[in-house]
């Protein structure tokens, strides 16, 4: 009798993890945004801002190649979202131009066509 119920509550232990592992697959998808990024300042602000944004769950911005690699719930944002949601941070995303308004508030050197010197 013990060892049947063992069994059974491993058991059940199995089939929840297996639904939960199919739920967090589903609920999980990946897109790389290229950026107008320049530097590290440019990936702290935008990986910091990105955080808190509705359905990201993580966000890398590799400042050699700018592109951004964003890890994000599908049921709760798309990929249009979260590039205007970069652009209101003040850089290009893909096709979406950067808001003129949240590019001026950048730092020098985080515009376009400069080159931060600092920690590189
Ligand atoms: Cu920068």
Not at 74 to 94: H, V
């Amino acid at each position: 009798m013990k060892t049947l119920k063992t069994i059974s509550t491993s058991l059940l232990i199995m089939i929840v993890m297996m639904v939960s592992a199919e739920k967090a697959n589903a609920q999980v998808a990946e897109i790389k945004i290229k950026t107008s990024a320049t530097c590290d300042m440019c990936k702290e602000t935008i990986e910091k801002n990105l955080a808190f944004e509705k359905g990201i769950k993580k966000s890398v911005l590799d400042v050699d190649t700018k592109v951004l690699t964003v890890t994000y719930n599908p049921e709760k944002t798309t990929p249009e979202k979260i590039r205007i949601a970069i652009s209101k941070i003040g850089y290009d995303a893909d096709e979406v131009p950067a808001d003129p308004k949240a590019y001026k508030k950048l730092d020098d050197c985080c515009k376009k066509g400069k080159v931060c010197t600092d920690g590189k």
